[in-house]
């Protein structure tokens, strides 16, 4: 079962950017479908964006030009680089792991999900 470590949130001013990371341990990461989703207070958990073993990516619409995932296999580690940050961007942030090869969206597609980083975004 792999290990997921998220870190990077934090204060952001709107338009500002934030790099979030997720350290991953205890599996074959390269071979994961990893994922971003988030959690804003009050509301469901969200997708945000998902890249596959390949390198194949797919971001959620709300997050289309301003984020990207990307992973490093070689330090087991995922990203999701944060640009023109808005308030409806405050969330907690998740990673998540799956071993579908596919570009799911849905919750249940990942079994492996790290405990959260926070990110604020003042207006």
């Known amino acids: 079962q792999v290990q997921l470590v998220e870190s990077g949130g934090g204060l952001a001013q709107a338009g500002g950017s934030l790099r979030l990371s997720c350290a991953a341990s205890?599996?074959?990461?390269?071979?994961?479908?990893m994922a971003w989703f988030r959690q804003a207070p009050g509301k469901l958990l969200e997708f945000v964006a998902a890249?596959?073993?390949?390198?194949?990516?797919y971001h959620a619409d709300s997050v289309k030009g301003r984020f990207t995932i990307s992973r490093d296999n070689a330090k087991n580690t995922l990203f999701l680089q944060m640009n023109s940050l808005k308030p409806e961007d405050t969330a907690v942030y998740y990673c998540?792991?799956?071993?579908?090869?596919?570009?799911?969206?849905?919750?249940?597609?990942?079994?492996?999900w790290g405990q959260g980083t926070q990110v604020t975004v003042s207006s």
């Open positions: 998540a792991a799956g071993a579908s090869p596919g570009l799911r969206t849905e919750r249940l597609a990942y079994d492996g």
């Open positions: 205890g599996g074959t990461f390269s071979r994961y479908t």
């Open positions: 890249v596959n073993w390949s390198g194949n990516t």
